[in-house]
Antibody, heavy 121, light 107 residues
Framework: QMQLQQWGAGLLKPSETLSLTCAVS????????WTWIRQPPGKGLEWIGD???????HYNPSVKSRLTISIATSKNQFSLQLTSVTAADAAFYYC???????????????WGQGTMVTVSS | DIQMTQSPSSVSASVGDRVTFTCRAS??????LAWYQQQPGKAPRLLIS???SLQSGVPSRFSGSGSGTHFTLTISSLQPEDFATYYC?????????FGQGTKLEIK
C-alpha cells in the first residue's frame, strides 16, 4: 500500500526558504501528479502546486514567483521550496498523490502526515 | 480562479440523521468535483471523486451528486466517526481550489 512520508524544517524566520521533501513508497511513482497542499491552522485548504514524473509542473499563481517543486525519480521523492517566507506562509503543509482519469489530476487520494511550518522572528 | 462555496459553514446533527451539504462553483466544472473528510489533527481523506464516484473503502452511506455548478454530499445515516469537517474541491482548472469547509458537529 502506497505511503507518503514527508519531512522538513518546521520553524523559519521571515525571508528564509521553506524546504520540504516527500518520499513515496509502496507503489508506482509514475502516472500521478505529486502535489503540495497547505492549510493555515483552523482554516481551509490551498492547493500549492504539483509535478508529474516527467517534471512538468503547475503552480498556484498566489505563490508562483517564490515556488519550486522538483522531483527525484531515482529516489521516489519530490520536494517543495518556497522562498522569502512570511507569516502568511505559516500552515500545515501536506504532500499528496493526485490521480488522473484524464489529462490532469482529478483528486488527491493519498496524503502525507503533514508538517506544521511556523514563521517567526 | 474558480471559487467554491460550501453551505452551511457548520451544522449540528445526531447519530442516525441524514445530512446533506452543498457546494457551488463560481463557474461550470462539469463533474470534476471531489469531496474530502478531515478529522481534527489529521490529513484530509478523499471520499468521492468525479462528483459521485465513491472511493474504495468509503462506506456506502456517503453519496455525491451534481454537475455544472451545484453539488451535494449526503450522509444517509450519521455514525459517530462522521463528525468532522468536509471540503469540496474542483479539478477542472488551475489553480485547483477548495471550498471553505462544512463542520459537522454532534447535536
Amino acid at each position: 500500500q502506497m505511503q507518503l512520508q514527508q519531512w522538513g524544517a518546521g520553524l523559519l524566520k521571515p525571508s528564509e526558504t521553506l524546504s520540504l521533501t516527500c518520499a513515496v513508497s509502496g507503489g508506482s511513482f509514475s502516472g500521478f501528479y505529486w502535489t503540495w497542499i497547505r492549510q493555515p491552522p483552523g482554516k481551509g485548504l490551498e492547493w500549492i502546486g504539483d509535478i508529474n514524473y516527467s517534471g512538468s509542473t503547475h503552480y498556484n499563481p498566489s505563490v508562483k514567483s517564490r515556488l519550486t517543486i522538483s522531483i527525484a525519480t531515482s529516489k521516489n521523492q519530490f520536494s517543495l521550496q518556497l522562498t522569502s517566507v512570511t507569516a502568511a506562509d505559516a500552515a500545515f503543509y501536506y504532500c499528496a498523490r493526485g490521480y488522473a482519469s484524464g489529462t490532469y489530476a482529478d483528486a488527491f487520494d493519498i496524503w502525507g502526515q503533514g508538517t506544521m511550518v511556523t514563521v517567526s522572528s | 480562479d474558480i471559487q467554491m462555496t460550501q453551505s452551511p459553514s457548520s451544522v449540528s446533527a445526531s447519530v442516525g440523521d441524514r445530512v446533506t451539504f452543498t457546494c457551488r462553483a463560481s463557474q461550470g466544472i462539469s463533474h470534476w468535483l471531489a469531496w474530502y473528510q478531515q478529522q481534527p489533527g489529521k490529513a484530509p481523506r478523499l471520499l468521492i471523486s468525479a462528483a459521485s464516484s465513491l472511493q474504495s473503502g468509503v462506506p456506502s452511506r456517503f453519496s455525491g451528486s451534481g454537475s455544472g455548478t451545484h453539488f451535494t454530499l449526503t450522509i444517509s445515516s450519521l455514525q459517530p466517526e462522521d463528525f468532522a469537517t468536509y471540503y469540496c474541491q474542483q479539478a477542472t482548472s488551475f489553480p485547483y481550489t477548495f471550498g471553505q469547509g462544512t463542520k459537522l458537529e454532534i447535536k
